[in-house]
């Protein structure tokens, strides 16, 4: 399918563009208005998306494997048990649905990702820096070895996340559910993780040089060679119940 063929059914059509299990890969789609069309299924790899409006599509199960999505608009889109390794700098996010989908190695920087459903998802050595995850729902997600540098995950459910190795260097984690984490060879150096529920995590040779940990939940938390070195711990409640001075 061409371009061409793309926006002669945007005319055609006044509702949703129906382009299910349609062979895109490296069409040029970008600044496009696919707004609420139905591209589950579609073969959308290496296709050029930049700018385009996908607000409430479906793309469930499509495949867009280094797809550029640089400044796209995701906001309510279903990417669930999709394969968005792409590029999605600037891209916007939010709200959007996506169980379980595919970011592994994705390019996510700057990227509004607020309220964003992304539980299981598998986000292993992503780019996410500066990327604004507050209030997303990343429940069990994958995120070995990605880059949160900046990142703003304030309020987020990041419940038995595996950040082994992950660098959150000066993150925001406030309030975040963190409970179940973990944190193995993990980088928070500066990070705020004030009021955070760190519950049963673990933070094993994690990296905590100057965080902010103030009223924090660690009870159960396993911090067997974390550094901790300057970190902020007044009010914290610690791995045994007691409450840090």
């Known amino acids: 399918m061409t371009r061409e063929q793309v926006e002669s059914g945007l005319k055609r059509d006044a509702g949703a563009l129906d382009l299910r299990q349609q062979d895109l890969r490296r069409v040029d789609l970008s600044?496009?208005?696919?707004?609420?069309?139905?591209?589950?299924?579609?073969?959308?790899?290496?296709?050029?998306?930049?700018?385009?409006?996908?607000?409430?599509?479906?793309?469930?199960?499509?495949?867009?494997?280094?797809?550029?999505?640089?400044?796209?608009?995701?906001?309510?889109?279903?990417l669930e048990g999709t394969d968005v390794r792409g590029v999605l700098r600037r891209a916007r996010l939010r709200g959007v649905r996506g169980t379980g989908c595919d970011l592994q190695t994705a390019n996510l920087e700057n990227a509004t990702l607020q309220q964003a459903l992304l539980d299981a998802a598998?986000?292993?050595?992503?780019?996410?820096?500066?990327?604004?995850?507050?209030?997303?729902?990343?429940?069990?997600?994958?995120?070995?070895?990605?880059?949160?540098?900046?990142?703003?995950?304030?309020?987020?459910?990041?419940?038995?996340?595996?950040?082994?190795?992950?660098?959150?260097?000066?993150?925001?984690?406030?309030?975040?559910?963190?409970?179940?984490?973990?944190?193995?060879?993990?980088?928070?150096?500066?990070?705020?993780?004030?009021?955070?529920?760190?519950?049963?995590?673990?933070l094993f040779l994690a990296k905590l040089p100057g965080a902010k940990l103030?009223?924090?939940?660690?009870?159960?938390a396993r911090l067997r060679g974390a550094d901790l070195t300057g970190a902020h711990l007044e009010g914290a409640v610690m791995p045994d119940g007691s409450v840090h001075a």
């Open 31 to 78: 600044g496009l208005d696919l707004s609420r069309a139905n591209l589950s299924g579609a073969d959308l790899r290496a296709a050029d998306l930049r700018r385009a409006n996908l607000r409430g599509a479906d793309l469930s199960g499509a495949q867009m494997f280094e797809a550029d999505l640089e400044e796209a608009d995701l906001e309510g889109a279903n």
């Open 122 to 202: 598998k986000i292993k050595d992503a780019r996410l820096k500066g990327a604004d995850l507050r209030e997303a729902s990343l429940r069990g997600a994958t995120l070995n070895g990605s880059d949160l540098t900046g990142a703003v995950l304030r309020g987020a459910r990041l419940a038995k996340a595996d950040f082994t190795r992950a660098k959150l260097v000066g993150a925001d984690l406030t309030t975040a559910d963190l409970s179940g984490a973990n944190f193995f060879l993990a980088d928070l150096s500066g990070a705020d993780l004030s009021h955070a529920d760190l519950a049963s995590s673990s």
């Open 214 to 220: 103030a009223s924090a939940n660690l009870r159960g």
